[in-house]
C-alpha cells in the first residue's frame, strides 16, 4: 500500500506543476500574479483557504508526529506540501510514515 502513497505523491507533484508551469509560461514568471489569479473568484479563493487548511492542519501533524518519534525525516514532508502542495505533500508523508513503520516492525 504504501507504494500506492509514493505513486499519488508523484502525481501530485507532476499533475499540478504541470499546470503551474504552462500558467507561468502564458503569463508571467511573478508569484504575485499567480496568487492574484488565485482570488480571481469566490469560488478559486474558497479552494485556495480550503487547500490552506488542509495544509496548516497536516504541517501540525507532522511537527506533532515527528517530535513524539524523533523521526526527523517526517518534515521533508512540509516544504513538499507548501512548495508543490497538499497534493504531493500528504501522500508523501503518509508514504514515509508507513514506510518507517513497516522498518519497525510495525
Known amino acids: 500500500m504504501r507504494w ?12 499540478p506543476m504541470s499546470y503551474f508551469i504552462a500558467w507561468f509560461q502564458a503569463n508571467t514568471w511573478d508569484i504575485m500574479a499567480m496568487v492574484d489569479a488565485w482570488h480571481a473568484n469566490d469560488a478559486s479563493s ?4 480550503d487547500l ?7 504541517t501540525v501533524w507532522v511537527i506533532y508526529e ?3 518519534t524523533r523521526q526527523w525525516v517526517r518534515l ?3 516544504p513538499a506540501t507548501f512548495g508543490i502542495g497538499v497534493s504531493c505533500g500528504l501522500p508523501l508523508y503518509i508514504f514515509i510514515r508507513m514506510t ?3 522498518a519497525a516492525g510495525g
Open 4 to 15: 500506492v502513497f509514493a505513486a499519488l505523491a508523484v502525481w501530485g507533484t507532476i499533475h
Open 46 to 49: 474558497g479552494l485556495v483557504w
Open 52 to 58: 490552506t487548511v488542509a495544509a496548516v492542519a497536516l
Open 66 to 68: 515527528a517530535v513524539q
Open 76 to 78: 521533508v514532508a512540509i
Open 100 to 102: 518507517k513503520a513497516r
